[in-house]
């Protein structure tokens, strides 16, 4: 697989999203959770979106409880969460797993395709993000602790790569 046009997942609401729908956008794709120290990032994450998407940026939010049980919540529970504590507005889905023999396909094509440090291919905590041209190709992983408006400069460029 050369892109991540290949893959689909379930929206939120339960709805097979094929990333296909996304092709000729910049993506930032998210690993979340709504019990993390970095949760306050979805702030920064919603203004992103609400900067660049009518350039061409879309979010993608994959929760996940694989890291300290700060996802426990059903579907329902985390899209409530997220929208009346940060009004997330950027596309949401359901919870994953993002390492192990159930990560979801996904998320081991971007951990391949953009290992972390020292080539390590598993995710380490919540809060990675994986910002994908608009060819579908995986440009650049950033860590956790990177601020989502630390990104711009990134999707900037993206953007501007018509």
Known sequence: MNSIYQFSANSIAGE???LENYRGKVLLIVNTASQCGFTPQYRELEALYQT????GLEILGF????????EPG???TIAEFC??????SFPMFEKIEVN???AHPLFNYLKAAAPGLLGS????WNFNKFLVGRDG????????IVSPSAISRGIERLLKND
């Not at 929760?63 to 700060?70: A, D, R, Y």
């Not at 190709?137 to 956790?144: F, L, Q």
């Open 16 to 18: 097979t999203v094929a």
């Open 137 to 144: 190709k995986v440009y650049k992983r950033y860590a956790p």
């Open 83 to 88: 929208e009346l504590n940060f009004s997330v």
């Open 63 to 70: 929760p996940c409880n694989q890291f300290g049980s700060q």
């Open 52 to 55: 660049y998407k009518s350039r």
């Open 100 to 102: 192990g023999k159930h």
């Open 74 to 76: 059903d579907s329902q």
């Open 121 to 124: 291919q598993s995710i380490k």
